[in-house]
């Protein structure tokens, strides 16, 4: 026979065997899939348009039912919910707010409360009266001189102020009047307007070579950057606080004060003997700053620092400057007395606030560094508008990479029209997702972390589209591929069920994430994976009818040609544009035949006769990677409070991070951080969170338990032990002075053993008296508690300020309706993980065991401490497992009822899970620690890590080869180059937002680079070498769908004439396609998504040496080869296991259009008619037709 025919037999033959049972395909769906196809060949433009005004109303109704998502506050949500703990943390919240004063709970029973208020009404009153009096009796002079005695003013306080004689801080009167000699002296006490406070902006600067700053030199050059830099802004003088006489107050820096403690007018006249002179100052005065005789207001009441000299507590200087403006290490008592600065901090006379937006902006745009010194961290009370503003303008970068692989699918598809559709219905996707986000859902909380699902749907969407080109490309290439409906029912038959597992299984492992504990991740789960499935309904309905659209109407009006598909024909009359877009041909064709050549020839070579050693490269990198996790140095959990929102070099959380370390200002403040855990036992109220756990704003309402009563008299009595036992306890910190209400059993029974009658007035106190004996009866109980509880609080001597501890009476029945033991255990606050679940086991294991033997009225008590961070270390631990857990169950799944093969299950399965081991290790080594982000891009992990490897389980198991070297072989050549393209194209979405300062988008591209870098070599050389070791063969593990049909039909015969093809060159061929496939490469149909035939066809098998490469059947790779060469009379099948048949090859018509131009090859063209109409054919002549073409039968 003539090769011709050998190849359009083989092509018959793989066809056929792509066509399913009928037990597989029910009837029904076969109707809806033909009326589908049907549909979208006949009618694109309906389809489009239909899908556009159903996106677009479902946009548009969302938006005028709901505003757009805000983030002004992106640190709402991370936070568990639903966990234990958060369940108690939420119900001692609650606790907290229903004893408000419009709460249900009070602490004072009955009349007491408005007794108190009057009270207090008359006294605030009577103070006001007499300062009223005071000040029309006080001298004139005194009037405007009003002394603040708070311990740190507010921003509102500094304007006018000035010190007096004494250092006081007083509001300031005009200096007009006053005589030039003494307008010196109120400006040497008015150096600065007031002493710093940790609410003024601040910043810190350090030396460029890390010498000593408090040097002339140093000194000089950070009063250069103050005078120069931080105040040049023109934002400034409308920030800054203002001396009376319309100039911005002095900056708060070392320089300034060594200028003030110096009678310098200047900090630029610093000198050598200043610097020494103040030196010997802080040296001598130090010990007392560390001694704790220092304190801000010595300055105003000396008194206040007895035994300190006066030179230290003059201006308060030595305080500011050691607390406020030098580092620990300056002056350590631990080290020698060396004044060796290396951070001092510049505080600016303006607030820390939102306004000052514009202003760090301007000074971002400045180089704040000179020769000397540099600027490295700045506190300015705006990160979270400012993140609030890069979240958006950072966009840009998303943006980016969007027209970046619109640039590449466009190469890829060789359709402009195609891929933008492809974009559009990316946007759609995202639209339709939030829809149902918003308004199906009724989700009304959207953390920020849901943006970063725009990155990950353009990657998936892009994949799509690639996967579905190459199948329509590989269809379109069938010399049978007759008539467009048919092609398109071939195609979305093929296409689907392969973007619908992989949608699927991603999106499942998204869902899967919505189990953890983190209010943020699941919101973030849900639209995620709503996005997905939205995008690939979009691909199914969209994608399809703009590729019809290309055929259609592009070939007959623009008639696009590759690479970039916006050539028109008309203008090859100019001689540039056709030799550009000549250029332009050659060099895509070279890439492509460059491309199919790796994909087909080289890399199979280089995996099969390799793989040994790439099994053992790539399972000593999964092993490191498993130390890196597991190990060392481990993926560890966070260990600060500090929620990072950009990267670590920027100059907020340079200072968040590291640098807030270093002044004991701050340190100050975080002490309150490790002070004892308290250890609180609460009856009364259920630990139950009734609030929406997927809106971090709903916290729910106190729900009470009605089994408590503490009146009964065991359980008094029990309540009594109790706290007696708790003190015994190991974990419980003695604690002195009164305790009032730490267990009020035992302070109300001693109240109760007083005298009956009182011995001054005589007034009988019976039964709240010693007559009534411990355990009292439920009536004693519940008249006394509330005559002892408003004594107790109007004690003088034990006078207190109701508390959290005690108990709290309902106001509408006036009973006992919570009550609160408090103690301090001997566990102090920490970050670190195993201390804090120690405290947590011990205590909550004791309380739990004593609750257990507690009477029915004390039954439902539960331990609360301050464990919120514990809480989310906790649930990020555990939440992050069981995610892997489940998605990787999930996509064991679909690999299995895919590929319908165990050994490639299990196989494929160990692959995705060297991935996630290798790339969670990649990111360990780049510093990442579990925190929320990196929790969120774990589940993100998992979702795409699964795509590239499934399609190359389905290739493998749907290949006809019988050993596993040609299988390998057979899936590498038919979908290398979809897999390579979908994962080029995440990764430039990862890497072209790099740029950006928000760390959300830095973690997620740098996640997204590494993951598909280790996805795709993962499941090109691990997985496929390990297939080509010990992949099945021969069936072997292969299960097997039931067949339910009570009887078989008939196969479909098969129409001798049903479809009608043209040879026509390259000018006349389909806009949106026009690079041709070679007619073998329509085995990427099966690969993908068919399912076997049960019809035998014995395909000659590869030689382990490729000795007889040409005889493989080549697939496309990137873009098609635009040459079809005829197949050597080898590659026919040597046996087809169904009755011999005539074969009939259709009739063609063959046209010629226009000039050939370079590239221009035959191809197949569409003929665009109804399936249920016969084709118009119209014979030519005998020599203008191949002898291939001619009708006749062949016997077989």
Request: glycine residues 4%; negative net charge; contains cysteine.
């Amino acid at each position: 026979m003539r090769p011709e025919i050998h190849a359009l037999l083989l092509n018959e033959a793989f066809l056929l065997s792509s066509v399913p049972l009928p037990h597989l395909q029910p009837q029904y769906l076969g109707a809806v899939e033909c009326w589908y196809a049907r549909q979208v060949a006949n009618n694109p433009c309906s389809v489009i348009l239909l899908v556009l005004v159903a996106a677009a109303s479902l946009a548009i109704v969302c938006i005028i039912l709901n505003d757009l998502p805000g983030f002004k506050d992106p640190l709402v949500g991370f936070e568990p919910r639903g966990t234990v703990l958060s369940e108690r943390s939420t119900a001692w919240q609650n606790l907290l707010k229903s004893t408000s004063w419009n709460g249900p709970l009070t602490f004072y029973p009955g009349s007491i409360v408005t007794d108190i208020t009057n009270d207090t009404l008359e006294v605030t009153q009577w103070h006001r009266g007499d300062e009223g009096n005071d000040t029309e009796k006080g001298d004139e002079t005194v009037g405007p001189w009003l002394e603040l005695e708070t311990e740190e003013r507010s921003y509102g306080s500094l304007h006018d102020e000035a010190e007096d004689d004494e250092g006081r801080i007083v509001f300031e009167r005009p200096m007009h009047g006053l005589k030039p000699d003494k307008i010196l002296i109120v400006e040497r006490k008015n150096f600065f307007c007031n002493n710093p406070i940790r609410e003024y902006a601040h910043v810190v600067i350090q030396s460029t070579s890390g010498s000593n700053l408090f040097t002339v030199k140093g000194l000089k050059a950070i009063c250069d950057i103050d005078e120069n830099k931080l105040r040049k802004s023109e934002y400034f003088p409308d920030l800054c606080e203002q001396t009376n006489w319309g100039s911005c107050c002095r900056s708060w820096s070392i320089s300034n004060y060594v200028a003030l403690l110096r009678n310098l007018s200047s900090c630029h006249d610093i000198k050598q003997a200043d610097v020494d002179a103040v030196t010997q100052l802080l040296v001598s005065c130090a010990p007392y700053y560390h001694g704790m005789k220092l304190s801000h207001d010595c300055a105003m009441d000396p008194a206040l620092c007895r035994g300190v000299p006066r030179p230290c507590i003059e201006y308060d200087a030595v305080y500011n400057i050691l607390h406020y403006l030098t580092d620990i290490h300056f002056l350590d008592p631990n080290s020698p007395l060396v004044p060796n600065l290396t951070y001092t901090t510049v505080f600016l006379p303006t607030a820390q606030s939102s306004a000052a937006l514009e202003y760090y902006k301007d000074l971002d745009s400045m180089q704040l560094y000179s020769e000397e010194v540099e600027i490295s961290g700045m506190e300015m009370g705006l990160k979270q508008k400012l993140f609030e503003d890069c979240l958006l303008h950072d966009t840009v970068y998303v943006a980016m990479a969007g027209v970046v692989i619109f640039l590449f699918l466009w190469m890829y598809s060789s359709s402009f029209f195609v891929t933008l559709m492809t974009i559009l219905g990316v946007v759609f996707s995202m639209a339709t997702a939030y829809f149902m986000y918003r308004v199906v859902y009724q989700i009304t909380f959207s953390p920020f972390i849901n943006v970063l699902t725009v990155i990950i749907i353009i990657g998936i969407g892009a994949d799509d589209a690639c996967i579905y080109c190459k199948i329509w490309a590989c269809a379109k290439a069938e010399k049978n591929n007759g008539t467009l409906v048919k092609l398109v029912r071939d195609t979305l038959h093929h296409a689907c069920l392969s973007m619908f597992i992989t949608s699927v299984t991603t999106a499942v492992a998204f869902f899967g994430s919505s189990i953890s504990n983190i209010t943020a991740i699941r919101c973030f789960s849900i639209f995620a994976g709503t996005a997905v499935l939205a995008n690939f309904i979009f691909t199914v309905l969209w994608l399809p009818a703009s590729v019809i659209m290309a055929e259609k109407w592009c070939s007959s009006t623009c008639l696009c040609i590759p690479p970039v598909g916006l050539y028109l024909p008309q203008l090859q009359h100019f001689q540039w544009c056709s030799t550009f877009c000549n250029a332009l041909w050659k060099l895509h064709y070279s890439f492509t035949e460059y491309s199919r050549v790796f994909f087909e020839k080289i890399l199979p070579c280089i995996i099969v006769r390799s793989r040994y050693f790439w099994l053992v490269l790539f399972t000593a990198i999964a092993a490191g990677g498993a130390v890196a996790v597991f190990y060392y140095p481990g993926l560890q959990l966070p260990d600060s409070k500090e929620f990072q929102l950009f990267n670590s070099q920027h100059p907020f959380e340079r200072y968040d991070l590291y640098l807030k370390k270093f002044f004991w200002f701050e340190k100050a403040k975080e002490q309150d951080l490790y002070r004892k855990l308290p250890i609180r036992i609460v009856w009364g109220v259920l630990p139950k969170d009734n609030g929406n756990y997927l809106d971090p704003y709903d916290r729910g309402s106190t729900e009470f338990d009605t089994e408590f009563n503490i009146a009964l008299p065991e359980s008094q009595e029990w309540l009594y032990n109790f706290c007696i036992q708790l003190r015994n306890q190991s974990f419980y910190q003695p604690t002195h002075g009164p305790l009032m209400f730490n267990c009020f059993i035992e302070t109300f029974k001693e109240w109760m053993e007083r005298r009956c009658v009182d011995g001054i007035s005589d007034m009988d106190r019976t039964p709240c008296c010693e007559s009534s004996k411990f355990p009292f009866s439920e009536k004693v109980f519940n008249h006394c508690i509330k005559e002892a509880v408003a004594i107790l609080h109007r004690t003088p001597g034990y006078f207190v300020v109701p508390s959290a501890e005690g108990v709290r009476f309902s106001k509408t029945t006036g009973k006992v309706q919570v009550i609160v033991v408090r103690y301090e255990s001997t566990y102090s606050y920490s970050m670190s993980y195993s201390e804090m679940y120690e405290f947590k086991t011990v205590v909550d294991g004791w309380v739990s065991e004593m609750m257990s033997h507690a009477p029915k009225g004390l039954k439902n008590g539960w331990f609360s401490s301050d464990l919120e961070f514990f809480d989310l270390q906790d649930s990020l631990s555990k939440g992050s497992l069981v995610a892997i857990g489940v998605a990787i169950a999930v996509s064991f799944g679909a690999l299995l009822f895919t590929t319908l093969n165990l050994l490639i299950s299990i196989y494929a399965i160990l692959t995705i899970l060297c991935i996630i081991v290798v790339t969670v290790g990649s990111l360990v080594l780049l510093g990442w620690k579990l925190n929320v982000l990196e929790s969120t891009t774990v589940s993100i992990a998992i979702g795409l890590a699964v795509d590239l490897t499934l399609h190359y389980g389905v290739a493998y198991r749907l290949s006809a080869q019988e050993d596993r070297e040609s299988s390998v072989i057979f899936a590498l050549s038919h979908v290398g180059s979809p897999v390579a393209m979908a994962a080029f194209t995440t990764f430039m979405a990862g890497a072209l937002i790099f740029p950006s300062i928000v760390l959300a988008y830095l973690q997620i591209g740098t996640f997204l680079v590494i993951l598909m870098s280790v996805s795709w070599l993962y499941s090109t050389f691990f997985f496929m070498s390990l297939l080509s070791w010990i992949g099945p063969q021969s069936g072997q593990l292969q299960l097997n769908y039931p067949s339910f049909d009570c009887c078989e039909t008939p196969p479909v015969p098969v129409e001798k004439n049903a479809y009608a093809l043209s040879e026509s060159t390259l000018s006349s061929s389909s806009a949106s396609y026009p690079n041709q496939i070679p007619t073998s490469e329509s085995h990427e149909l099966e690969p993908l998504t068919a399912l076997k035939d049960s019809r035998h066809i014995e395909v000659p098998k590869f030689k382990k040496k490729y000795g007889h490469r040409s005889i493989r059947p080549r697939s496309g790779s990137l873009s098609s080869a635009t040459t079809t060469k005829p197949r050597d009379s080898t590659m026919i099948p040597s046996k087809i296991s169904r009755t011999p048949r005539k074969i009939s090859l259709p009739t063609v018509n063959v046209t010629f259009h226009g000039e050939e131009s370079l590239g221009a090859t035959s191809s197949s063209t569409i003929v665009c008619a109804e399936e249920d109409k016969e084709p118009v054919i119209k014979p030519l002549s005998k020599e203008d037709i191949p002898d291939a073409w001619i009708r006749k039968e062949i016997s077989v």
